[in-house]
């Protein structure tokens, strides 16, 4: 993984003593709360209903273990012994006091950490694939890309006050892990006829208010272009992006009121008398991004020999052979596999993890998988490079860990934002919704049955938790001060992106359990065999779904 | 008499700034003396104005550096205007005239920017800084133009991204 140099980690505590004298400027009253409040938030800083929250980057979702050791010294030090795995593979603190802000990211600073543009009207952190690196069908690798991004990106001194926040994500793979069609920009890695390596450059898609699959506004730059398009895309954003209602802001509602051709254009335009400068990249500074990102040291292993180990340890082990299945994935190289942890056990908030289990993460890291793990926008942890002949170990102390939860994919592996209990700008509750759902589907056996089915909860419209891109998606709303829940149908992040369309009208919070049940028993009494559910929603469309959920409901 | 910023040392601020008119720009009566019009007065007067070496032009964070564009080099003083501090737009505008249209004057940030954009800003070319609020301690603001010292990508100040400088 990225290793900082000098030049970084001047930069970063420079950062830190910048932020700090702005903290005191603001506790002192000498900044407004209005001024301050654009700064704090390129720091990670939000006020939210009960206590400030503070995001920390995750870049591209690498962690090493010292950083986990660090991030559990820091919820225990400085918060209430857990944090959070985001929807864009970041880690929030939910109780962190403003004063001791400074102290945390000095903290952070140490161990190559930050909460840099992790929110604000700025380019946020990059993200990509989790399995980056160790995917059978990834084309090419994307993190030195990621890294390249992530450094031009950062303390961009033209683009810190965009109309609006701005993010990237890079998909490398065949399999989109990395939902580029719903980002600002997105970026796929593709390989020209000649070998040469390019992006396919997407723009404009986006979640919250308005959601839009991105368009595709070229099909091959060569990479060495990358800095300059970015830029280019950037500078007609900053300079033509409305400003007058936060709401319109988006680079999506830009692309559409433009159409994708104009908004090309206009981007082709600016990069032609930006492109061959020396932000151009040479193939020395691809060679030494790469660098950061070699192979670990693997060992030559037997594929049969594993394959036949995992055989006798799940003959008379139906609960390992489940994990197996279900949260453990091919590897590129013979006799290895990347696990995923599941953040996502009942009666735990989604994505929540504590002190403990992230240094337990640490050790596992360390002694399975070359010191390194990654947080998922799926919000779980994986580890990438875990030998077939250790998962029956690695299972047994996840499971004593608390997340060996056989759920990855499933109904239960739910994505949800913090929503009311925590989020200022939640219109509704959507943790006790998600654990609603996860008692009411607690058979495993059943779930497992169900096979893939990505349900996403959102407690406002703003999306964190993804919902129109979930097979089922649930959005919180606000009725004259109650909560409802509104149930989306047929969404997907993945290479078939699609936004979900609107089931009918909300549910009280008590009926969510019994509507999701009853979708899910309209899939399995239509399935064929093969199907998972949003192959049959796409084969018999809402129709059956809607006239069953509120036959019911009446 | 105001002061500003310019060039990291605290200097008497010489020049007017001519709001923008409400009638037509054309006939608008540009002031003797030093004088920064709106970009507007500029285009419809440059004829004879353009004799004179004591008119700046300044350009609102709506308005294009595209529209001054080849007079830049011609003129003394160009300023970018901030209606609001979160208005990000006369960033990119300040980065026009420097890198595209070679403007080397004095190119000063005016209006309501705050002391902690003066990096960013005089990373994106501008050398000279007019508070709005004549309240601002000058001294301690322009710490802030320290407040980075090294920086990942190219600006109008450092053409060379630091993946170049790193390994040469």
Same mark, same amino acid.
């Given at each position: 993984?990225?290793?900082?140099?000098?030049?970084?980690?001047?930069?970063?505590?420079?950062?830190? &003593?910048?932020?700090?004298?702005?903290?005191?400027?603001?506790?002192?009253?000498?900044?407004?709360?209005?001024?301050?409040?654009?700064?704090?938030?390129?720091?990670?800083?939000?006020?939210?209903?009960?206590?400030?929250?503070?995001?920390?980057?995750?870049?591209?979702?690498?962690?090493? $273990?010292?950083?986990?050791?660090?991030?559990?010294?820091?919820?225990?030090?400085?918060?209430?012994?857990?944090?959070?795995?985001?929807?864009?593979?970041?880690?929030?603190?939910?109780?962190?006091?403003?004063?001791?802000?400074?102290?945390?990211?000095?903290?952070?600073?140490?161990?190559?950490?930050?909460?840099?543009?992790?929110?604000?009207?700025?380019?946020?952190?990059?993200?990509?694939?989790?399995?980056?690196?160790?995917?059978?069908?990834?084309?090419?690798?994307?993190?030195?890309?990621?890294?390249?991004?992530?450094?031009?990106?950062?303390?961009?001194?033209?683009?810190?006050?965009?109309?609006?926040?701005?993010?990237?994500?890079?998909?490398?793979?065949?399999?989109?892990? &990395? &939902?580029?069609?719903?980002?600002?920009?997105?970026?796929? =890695?593709?390989?020209?006829?000649?070998?040469?390596?390019?992006?396919?450059?997407?723009?404009?898609?986006?979640?919250?208010?308005?959601?839009?699959?991105?368009?595709?506004?070229?099909?091959?730059?060569?990479?060495?272009?990358?800095?300059?398009?970015?830029?280019?895309?950037?500078?007609?954003?900053?300079?033509?992006?409305?400003?007058?209602?936060?709401?319109?802001?988006?680079?999506?509602?830009?692309?559409?009121? !433009?159409?994708?051709?104009?908004?090309?254009?206009?981007?082709?335009?600016?990069?032609?008398?930006?492109?061959?400068?020396?932000?151009?990249?040479?193939?020395?500074?691809?060679?030494? &991004?790469?660098?950061?990102?070699?192979?670990?040291?693997? @060992?030559?292993?037997? @594929?049969?020999?594993?394959?036949?180990?995992?055989?006798?340890?799940?003959?008379?082990?139906?609960?390992?052979?489940?994990? =197996?299945?279900?949260?453990?994935?091919?590897?590129?190289?013979?006799?290895?596999?990347?696990?995923?942890?599941?953040?996502?056990?009942?009666?735990?908030?989604?994505?929540?993890?504590?002190?403990?289990?992230?240094?337990?993460?640490?050790?596992?890291?360390?002694?399975?998988?070359?010191?390194?793990?990654?947080?998922?926008?799926?919000?779980? !942890?994986? =580890?990438?490079?875990?030998?077939?002949?250790?998962?029956?170990?690695?299972?047994?102390?996840?499971?004593?860990?608390?997340?060996?939860?056989?759920?990855?994919?499933?109904?239960?592996?739910?994505?949800?934002?913090?929503?009311?209990?925590?989020?200022?700008?939640?219109?509704?509750?959507?943790?006790?919704?998600?654990?609603?759902?996860?008692?009411?589907?607690?058979?495993?056996?059943?779930?497992?049955?169900?096979?893939?089915?990505?349900?996403?909860?959102?407690?406002?419209?703003?999306?964190?938790?993804?919902?129109?891109?979930?097979?089922?998606?649930?959005?919180?709303?606000?009725?004259?001060?109650?909560?409802?829940?509104?149930?989306?149908?047929?969404?997907?992040?993945?290479?078939?992106? $699609?936004?979900?369309?609107?089931?009918?009208?909300?549910?009280?919070?008590?009926? !969510?359990?019994?509507?999701?049940?009853?979708?899910?028993?309209?899939? =399995?009494?239509?399935?064929?065999?093969?199907?998972?559910?949003?192959?049959?929603?796409?084969?018999?469309?809402?129709?059956?779904?809607?006239?069953?959920?509120?036959?019911?409901?009446? | 008499?105001? +002061?500003?910023? +310019?060039?990291?040392?605290?200097?008497?601020?010489?020049?007017?700034?001519?709001? +923008?008119?409400?009638?037509?720009?054309?006939?608008?009566?540009?002031?003797?003396?030093?004088?920064?019009?709106?970009?507007?007065?500029?285009?419809?007067?440059?004829?004879?104005?353009?004799?004179?070496?004591?008119?700046?032009?300044?350009?609102?964070?709506?308005?294009?550096?595209?529209?001054?564009?080849?007079?830049?080099?011609?003129?003394?003083?160009?300023?970018?205007?901030?209606?609001?501090?979160?208005?990000?737009?006369?960033?990119?505008?300040?980065?026009?005239?420097?890198?595209?249209?070679?403007?080397?004057?004095?190119?000063?940030?005016?209006?309501?920017?705050?002391?902690?954009?003066?990096?960013?800003?005089?990373?994106?070319?501008?050398?000279?800084?007019?508070?709005?609020?004549?309240?601002?301690?000058?001294?301690?603001? +322009?710490?802030?133009?320290?407040?980075?010292?090294?920086?990942?990508?190219?600006?109008?100040?450092?053409?060379?991204?630091?993946?170049?400088?790193?390994?040469?």
């Amino acid at each position: 993984m990225y290793i900082y140099d000098k030049y970084d980690h001047e930069i970063l505590s420079q950062r830190v &003593a910048q932020f700090r004298d702005q903290t005191q400027r603001y506790l002192t009253g000498e900044l407004s709360e209005a001024e301050f409040l654009p700064l704090r938030l390129q720091n990670g800083l939000y006020v939210q209903r009960l206590a400030p929250m503070l995001r920390i980057n995750v870049p591209y979702g690498m962690l090493n $273990s010292e950083q986990l050791r660090r991030l559990a010294r820091i919820a225990r030090d400085y918060d209430k012994g857990y944090c959070h795995v985001s929807t864009r593979q970041n880690i929030q603190y939910n109780w962190p006091n403003l004063e001791e802000v400074p102290d945390i990211l000095a903290e952070l600073a140490e161990v190559e950490m930050h909460g840099t543009q992790s929110s604000g009207n700025c380019i946020r952190n990059i993200t990509s694939d989790q399995f980056a690196g160790t995917a059978p069908d990834e084309l090419v690798d994307p993190r030195p890309y990621c890294e390249i991004i992530r450094q031009w990106s950062s303390f961009h001194p033209e683009f810190a006050f965009l109309p609006r926040k701005f993010k990237i994500a890079i998909s490398g793979s065949q399999m989109d892990r &990395a &939902a580029i069609q719903v980002h600002d920009i997105g970026l796929q =890695l593709v390989t020209a006829d000649n070998g040469d390596i390019g992006f396919k450059i997407l723009v404009g898609g986006g979640l919250g208010r308005t959601p839009v699959i991105g368009s595709v506004i070229r099909e091959f730059l060569p990479r060495i272009e990358i800095l300059n398009y970015l830029e280019a895309i950037l500078r007609v954003y900053n300079l033509h992006g409305r400003r007058d209602n936060k709401y319109k802001a988006r680079i999506k509602i830009l692309v559409r009121a !433009m159409g994708p051709e104009a908004f090309a254009e206009a981007v082709e335009k600016e990069w032609t008398q930006i492109k061959e400068s020396p932000s151009t990249l040479r193939e020395e500074d691809f060679d030494n &991004a790469k660098a950061f990102f070699t192979e670990p040291a693997y @060992e030559a292993l037997d @594929e049969t020999q594993a394959a036949t180990l995992l055989d006798q340890q799940t003959a008379d082990n139906v609960a390992f052979s489940k994990w =197996l299945q279900r949260n453990v994935r091919d590897h590129k190289k013979p006799g290895y596999a990347a696990v995923t942890l599941s953040l996502k056990p009942t009666g735990i908030a989604p994505g929540d993890v504590t002190d403990s289990q992230l240094e337990k993460v640490a050790d596992l890291a360390d002694q399975f998988s070359f010191g390194e793990a990654r947080t998922t926008h799926e919000q779980n !942890m994986v =580890l990438a490079d875990v030998k077939k002949s250790d998962l029956f170990a690695l299972w047994q102390a996840a499971r004593e860990a608390g997340f060996a939860t056989p759920n990855i994919g499933t109904l239960t592996d739910l994505i949800c934002c913090p929503g009311g209990d925590f989020c200022s700008l939640a219109n509704a509750k959507s943790i006790p919704i998600a654990e609603a759902i996860q008692r009411q589907f607690n058979d495993l056996d059943y779930v497992y049955d169900l096979g893939d089915l990505d349900l996403n909860i959102s407690g406002c419209m703003n999306a964190c938790g993804h919902h129109h891109v979930g097979h089922i998606g649930i959005l919180g709303v606000d009725k004259k001060g109650q909560e409802f829940y509104q149930v989306m149908l047929g969404g997907s992040a993945s290479n078939d992106a $699609s936004l979900a369309k609107v089931l009918g009208p909300a549910f009280g919070a008590e009926d !969510m359990p019994q509507v999701v049940q009853t979708i899910v028993n309209v899939f =399995l009494e239509n399935r064929t065999q093969e199907e998972i559910f949003i192959d049959t929603y796409n084969r018999i469309g809402i129709a059956p779904f809607k006239e069953r959920v509120y036959a019911k409901a009446s | 008499m105001p +002061k500003l910023v +310019k060039d990291g040392a605290i200097i008497d601020d010489q020049w007017a700034l001519l709001a +923008k008119p409400d009638t037509d720009a054309d006939t608008v009566e540009v002031p003797t003396g030093a004088v920064i019009i709106p970009l507007s007065v500029w285009l419809a007067q440059k004829q004879h104005l353009s004799e004179r070496t004591d008119v700046g032009v300044w350009i609102d964070s709506d308005e294009s550096a595209n529209d001054l564009a080849e007079d830049a080099k011609t003129l003394p003083l160009i300023a970018v205007n901030f209606p609001a501090f979160m208005d990000g737009r006369s960033f990119s505008n300040a980065r026009l005239l420097r890198e595209r249209f070679g403007f080397t004057g004095e190119l000063r940030a005016v209006g309501g920017f705050i002391r902690d954009q003066l990096c960013y800003l005089s990373r994106c070319g501008v050398n000279a800084f007019r508070f709005d609020d004549d309240s601002v301690n000058l001294e301690e603001a +322009k710490k802030s133009l320290e407040d980075f010292t090294e920086f990942y990508q190219a600006g109008s100040d450092q053409p060379t991204p630091l993946f170049r400088r790193r390994t040469a």
